[in-house]
């Protein structure tokens, strides 16, 4: 199975920040890549997909890059209703691992 | 609108069985493959099941292959997941989800790796 390692695991940030968070797979995943946020009590929702392609109605201050194994996604402007959870999943080969999760807290 | 509604969790015993389905509306049902993706209280998101369009192509966690089965009904516009010899570490909310991923013609390759559509989760607790 591809594992997926997400860092940082947790970070604080403040409103208009940068942020970054990384994914890593154990293996080649070509473009099978998404990037979803919960937040606590909420369904997931996606955010980017096909490593990054911006899913309908997500703000453009989310984007998606990389290639290979290592991926990420970035918050450009960092704004209130950001602080969350964010997980990447591979859908390259089952299983469809998702990542462990970043939170974004202030 | 479009729509993923799940149903059937609760609290059973250890070892018993349990069915959640999960109802879809406002989109093409049999256009789409769909997942089952589950949630530990305090924990992350763990992929459970998918099932192709036509129910041709299934795939199971190791985690659950043997004991949870998926399947679905395209003239009831239903997904289901029948589980059995339920154990303790099964307790989570379950989500049904829609893949986004579609073959497109203009690029003779497959895009939408994502799930686009989830439902509002059932909750099932395992427990004596």
């Known amino acids: 199975a591809i594992q997926l390692t997400q860092s940082p695991s947790s970070l604080s940030a403040s409103v208009g920040d940068r942020v970054t968070i990384t994914c890593r797979a154990s293996?080649?995943?070509?473009?099978?890549l998404g990037w979803y946020q919960q937040k606590p009590g909420k369904t997931p929702k996606l955010l980017i997909y096909?490593?990054?392609s911006l899913e309908s109605g997500v703000p453009s201050r989310f984007s998606g890059g990389g290639s290979g194994t290592d991926f990420t996604l970035t918050v450009s402007s960092l704004q209130p209703e950001d602080f969350a959870t964010y997980y990447c999943?591979?859908?390259?080969?089952?299983?469809?691992?998702f990542g462990p999760g970043t939170k974004v807290d202030i | 609108e479009v729509q993923l509604v799940e149903s059937g969790g609760g609290l059973v015993q250890p070892g018993g069985s349990l069915r959640l389905s999960c109802a879809a509306s406002?989109?093409?049902?049999?256009?789409?493959?769909m997942n089952w993706v589950r949630q530990a209280p305090g924990k992350g998101l763990e992929w459970v099941s998918f099932?192709?369009?036509?129910?041709?192509?299934?795939y199971d966690a190791d985690s659950v292959k043997g004991r949870f089965a998926i399947s679905r009904d395209n003239a009831k516009n239903s997904l289901y997941l029948q589980m059995n010899s339920l154990r303790a570490e099964d307790t989570a909310v379950y989500y049904c989800?829609?893949?986004?991923?579609?073959?497109?013609?203009?690029?003779?390759?497959?895009?939408?790796?994502?799930?686009?559509?989830w439902g509002q989760g059932t909750t099932v607790t395992v427990s004596s």
């Open positions: 989800a829609r893949d986004k991923l579609y073959y497109d013609i203009l690029t003779d390759s497959y895009t939408g790796y994502g799930m686009d559509v």
């Open positions: 406002g989109f093409t049902f049999s256009s789409y493959s």
């Open positions: 099932i192709s369009s036509s129910s041709s192509t299934i």
């Open positions: 293996q080649g995943i070509s473009s099978a």
């Open positions: 096909d490593v990054s």
């Open positions: 999943q591979q859908f390259s080969i089952y299983p469809f691992t």
